[in-house]
């Protein structure tokens, strides 16, 4: 897998992947997801591609972010039938050495609660329950 920071002619690539793996909630539009992100740290949006028989084909993503105080993660997502083959682990590095290099000393990341495989994955790269509650509150409705 070649990892790489996102460009706009990712967009579609990039929504349906999203889609495909259970990412996209009504309240968030994934176009205004990544124009927003495409204004700060837009090298902080990965994705993942690999060789298909059609050429080279969008496999994986990975959006973070860093405020100052703590990174954070959005939208990991990994092409399901290329799951369970470290492709995820090497996004999530990736993204980890560049928040790294920017002084970040703490990764936040939230996952739905019913999410068991999710949370599997991430236990088994060293991420763990803070016991806390997310909150949120919507600013604009998409």
């Not at 992947?17 to 204004?39: H, M, S, V």
């Not at 902080?44 to 100052?68: K, R």
Request: glycine share 10%; net charge positive; proline share 3%.
């Amino acid at each position: 897998m070649q990892i790489r920071a996102y460009s706009e002619e990712d967009l579609n690539a990039v929504i349906a992947l999203w889609r495909r793996c259970g990412l996209l909630t009504p309240q968030n539009d994934p176009a205004k997801d990544i124009e927003r992100k495409l204004k700060i740290d837009r090298d902080l949006f990965l994705v993942g591609s690999c060789m298909s028989n059609n050429g080279t084909e969008l496999i994986a993503t990975v959006m973070g972010g860093y405020e100052g105080h703590r990174g954070w993660i959005n939208y990991l997502a990994v092409k399901p039938e290329q799951q369970r083959k470290g492709y995820g682990q090497r996004l999530m590095q990736a993204i980890e050495d560049r928040l790294k290099s920017r002084g970040c000393p703490k990764i936040n990341l939230q996952v739905r609660t019913a999410n068991t495989d999710v949370l599997s994955f991430y236990a088994a790269i060293g991420y763990s329950n803070d016991n806390v509650v997310g909150l949120g509150k919507r600013l604009e409705y998409d």
